[in-house]
């Protein structure tokens, strides 16, 4: 069981990088990204209540931690200086958001959503799973229980929280849409838990992945 001040010692980092991050979701000028923010921020906050309880907690907040240090080198920090996002990664998704302008539709702003969620998943966590497991080493003298550490990642509470988090942020963001936009977000209401498995599944592939190659760069390093 990881030791709950080493814990301790990494919560004012969270802290920090989560009101960051909240500052970009509650700034509407900053359309398609604030949204996507606003999944990823309470997509993470649920993560970290899993996690806390978690035989890795230490190594799982590290890997938070990273990951959102990424997130906000690759996309946060170019959209706050309103420069271009050039992350080869984000790329689609940069793309895709410029192309939505300033109050963007229902029905792209879900895929922008899937677009963002692919490339942090697929192509960010191997690299934050290597950076975490270097943390881990600093903080705790070794390295974590690689199993144990795979297990807590991609554990079912934690899928639970992105499908959580979707179906929040569909709820915040009805009250504030068109009518026709009420309409979308209520279809996918109604079809996300029919389609839970699915989505799901595809997730804790892609995080599966993303884990094995994290430990095989950490290996090759």
């Not at 997509?43 to 309880?53: A, K, V």
């Not at 079912?156 to 942020?169: E, I, K, V, Y």
Request: hydrophobic letters at 45%.
């Amino acid at each position: 069981m990881t030791d709950p001040a080493r814990v301790g010692d990494v919560q004012p980092v969270l802290d920090a990088l989560l009101g960051r991050v909240e500052r970009l979701a509650g700034d509407e000028s900053f359309g398609a990204h604030a949204v996507f923010a606003a999944l990823y921020l309470r997509t993470n906050r649920l993560l970290l209540e899993h996690y806390s309880g978690a035989e890795t907690a230490l190594a799982c907040r590290l890997t938070v931690i990273e990951f959102f240090r990424l997130y906000e080198t690759q996309v946060v920090a170019p959209v706050r200086e309103r420069r271009p996002i050039t992350a080869p990664a984000w790329r689609s998704y940069a793309a895709f958001a410029d192309s939505l302008g300033p109050r963007p539709r229902v029905n792209p702003l879900l895929w922008l959503l899937c677009l963002g969620a692919e490339a942090h998943v697929r192509h960010d966590l191997p690299r934050a799973i290597v950076s975490a497991a270097k943390a881990h080493r600093q903080l705790a003298g070794d390295g974590p229980d690689m199993e144990a550490w795979r297990r807590d990642l991609l554990s079912r509470g934690a899928g639970d929280a992105f499908f959580a988090a979707t179906l929040d942020l569909n709820r915040s963001v009805r009250g504030s849409t068109s009518r026709a936009g009420r309409m979308a977000l209520g279809v996918h209401a109604a079809l996300a838990h029919p389609l839970r498995p699915v989505m799901i599944g595809v997730l804790q592939r892609w995080r599966d992945t993303a884990f094995h190659r994290g430990v095989a760069m950490l290996g090759a390093a």
